[in-house]
């Protein structure tokens, strides 16, 4: 949306600065994306939003990582609705037995959809 890209986006753009939300902590253990702050950072500089990272619950699982990526879709979904640069995710083809972050992945067939999905919302606006 070149309606919202101010003389800052443009300068960072050049000098190869991106931003990323993946969430902050709201607790202990819980990672929440107000959706806000990708209209609000986009003004600065490209937002890529980090799907998978954004729905991680830090220590959740007896000090390790846990998550819920049934989560991630939505959020990348609402995140394309805002208007990002890009996504991050991580996948595998097996996330139950990825060496981390399994809990919070997608397989590449679903990463598949949710982009064709996400460009799809995106074109809307």
């Known amino acids: 949306d070149k309606s919202i890209q101010s003389p800052t986006y443009e300068t960072a753009l050049k000098n190869g600065v991106w931003l990323c939300e993946r969430g902050s902590s709201f607790g202990y253990g819980n990672l929440v994306v107000d959706m ?3 209209k609000i950072m986009r003004e600065f500089a ?4 980090d799907a998978t990272h954004s729905v991680q619950m830090p220590g959740g699982a007896n000090g ?4 819920d990526s049934s989560f991630a879709p939505i959020l990348a979904r609402a995140a394309a609705a805002v208007g990002i640069d890009g996504l991050f995710a991580e996948t ?3 996330p139950k ?3 981390s972050d399994g809990a919070n992945m997608l397989k590449p067939d679903e990463l ?3 982009v064709t ?3 799809k919302i995106q074109n809307l606006f």
């Open 46 to 49: 490209p937002v890529i939003f």
């Open 97 to 99: 037995n990825a060496l």
């Open 64 to 67: 390790k990582s846990s998550g």
């Open 112 to 114: 598949e959809y949710l």
């Open 92 to 94: 595998h083809i097996d």
């Open 117 to 119: 999905d996400m460009l």
């Open 36 to 38: 806000r702050s990708l």
